[in-house]
């Protein structure tokens, strides 16, 4: 009888690699042509065509945010929706106008809240000079019906007392929750700013509300001084 041949161990090996170059050819076709996956990689670029063009709109996309959120922002406030939004456009105003002078740099902080057309400034400004210079240029601002230039003649201060100013602000913010005594009473209607533990409180309230907010925001641990721009609501100051 004839013995039968075998192939040897190199050749097994060589077919079994063919084989397995070919059916990974096979898979790879059947990715390529598979409408599933097809569909996939279009998705995956039109997302990536949407956030190239939302990048370039950027600055559109933050205008329209900025109004939703000034729209959110006057459901519980006593400003009309386009007073609030009049409010925030005038913020950026006085700010632009005060950093169109090159002194006012990296050396000064300031900070630009508005209310009804009163705008606060408030802050570190380096000089008395950069101080009035301050009042010269926002008071030249279209839409500033009352000016409070609160900014002091020293240099910035640091990380750690802005740090703490901040955590003022929130303590301040939160204790306004503690007033429950007077119906209608919205602890949001009031804007705190503070620098170096001053205080500074805004809004549209009554007489009641704003000694309630000043009598809080006084006993809030590193609170100095508490100074407040409140417009009552019969009309007076």
Known sequence: MRPTSRPTGSAV??????????????RQR?????PRRHNCMKTMFRTLLALLVGAQLAGCAALVVGG??????????????????????LE????????????????????????NG????????????????????????????RLFNELAPLERVGFSQAGNDRLVSGRVT????????????DPTRIKVTTTRGIVYLQGLVTEAEAEAAVEQ??????VERVITMFEFKNGSA
């Open 13 to 26: 090996r060589s077919k079994s690699i063919s084989e397995r170059k070919q059916t990974f050819a096979t």
């Open 92 to 115: 950026v105003r006085v700010r632009n106008a005060l950093f169109s002078d090159e002194r006012f740099d990296q050396s000064t902080r300031i900070k630009v809240n508005a209310h």
């Open 30 to 34: 059947s990715i390529l042509l598979s």
């Open 174 to 185: 939160t204790s306004f929750t503690r007033i429950r005594d007077l119906p209608g009473f």
């Open 217 to 222: 925001a006084r006993a809030v641990r590193g």
């Open 118 to 145: 009163w705008v606060l400034m408030a802050g570190e400004a380096g000089t008395p000079e950069l101080v009035e210079r301050a009042t010269e240029l926002a008071s030249d601002v279209d839409g500033v019906l």
């Open 68 to 89: 939703a959120v000034a729209t959110g922002v006057a459901v519980h406030d006593r400003r009309s929706v386009g007073t609030v939004i009049d409010d925030n456009v």
